[in-house]
């Protein structure tokens, strides 16, 4: 019954929103995720995709009159599928590559701190819990681990000359660092959380307490998608989305409390 009521309040709003006029005929709205990036995004056994950015996504594009399609991919050819047009968007990390060849909604579907992860037993594990920002991590010469294709470790990590390693997927990165095959995981904080309580090993890893950055997850609209021109009505949606709470619900599907 409260699921019912929410969903009507939120038609409601959404009338409101787009003063009256209805939901457009029901074009299709393919967006691409990373296939191996729980809880954001992943394929479950059955085959469909499923995440917390999967799910934002389609009840964005519900309220918007789009019928939505899931296509898992590797994150380079998320990218890539986006760059070229064959998939109409993706959810990420805005960075000025990626603006290139998509648009971002006006405001993200969701927003979290990048944290770092180290085992605990890592030589350099006090001098780590010791930095307070990107410039200390460069000065520790420790190893970072990456999953291929993260802009934001391009733009912020690898920018300051700091040795990466990359993995197949976030996923990947938390094996890797359990594995001891690098020093240090810099990523969104609830994801690394949550992988650690699914992969064998993870309690040797823990959270150190400083944030790195607060990084905002937008829609971005392929510019050669034929919806880039209806990128307004994807903003009114999520704005509507925003303010019916339904974003923490969709963490507390996940086991994440926000």
């Not at 994150?75 to 986006?82: G, K, N, T």
């Not at 760059?83 to 971002?104: F, H, I, K, Q, W």
């Not at 991590?137 to 990359?166: D, M, Q």
């Not at 992988?195 to 307490?209: I, R, T």
Request: aromatic residues 6%; glycine residues 8%.
């Amino acid at each position: 019954m409260i699921l019912t009521r929410r969903r009507l309040l939120l038609a409601a709003g959404m009338m409101a929103a787009f003063g009256g006029r209805p939901a457009r005929a029901h074009a299709k709205l393919t967006i691409a995720y990373p296939d191996k990036s729980p809880p954001n995004s992943w394929v479950a056994e059955d085959g469909r995709m499923q995440g917390i950015l999967v799910d934002l996504t389609a009840e964005l594009a519900r309220l918007a009159g789009y019928d939505f399609v899931a296509k898992p991919l590797p994150l380079p050819r998320v990218q890539a599928e986006v760059e070229s047009g064959a998939v109409d968007g993706m959810c990420l990390v805005v960075t000025p590559a990626r603006l290139r060849y998509a648009a971002p909604t006006a405001e993200p579907l969701t927003a979290g701190n990048v944290t770092l992860f180290v085992r605990r037993d890592n030589p350099m594990r006090d001098r780590l819990a010791a930095v307070q920002s990107l410039d200390d991590l460069a000065a520790t010469g420790a190893t970072v681990i990456a999953s291929e294709g993260n802009g934001w470790i391009r733009a912020n990590v690898e920018s300051r000359g700091i040795r990466t390693v990359f993995a197949n997927g976030t996923i990947g990165t938390v094996r890797m660092l359990v594995g001891g095959r690098g020093d240090v995981i810099a990523d969104m904080s609830h994801q690394i959380r949550f992988l650690l309580e699914e992969v064998a090993g993870g309690e040797a890893v823990e959270k150190l307490p400083a944030v790195m950055d607060v990084v905002d997850w937008h829609l971005l609209i392929s510019r050669k998608s034929p919806v880039f021109a209806d990128l307004q009505r994807l903003d009114e949606a999520n704005r509507v989305m925003q303010a019916s709470g339904l974003a923490s619900s969709i963490f507390e599907k996940y086991g994440i409390k926000v």
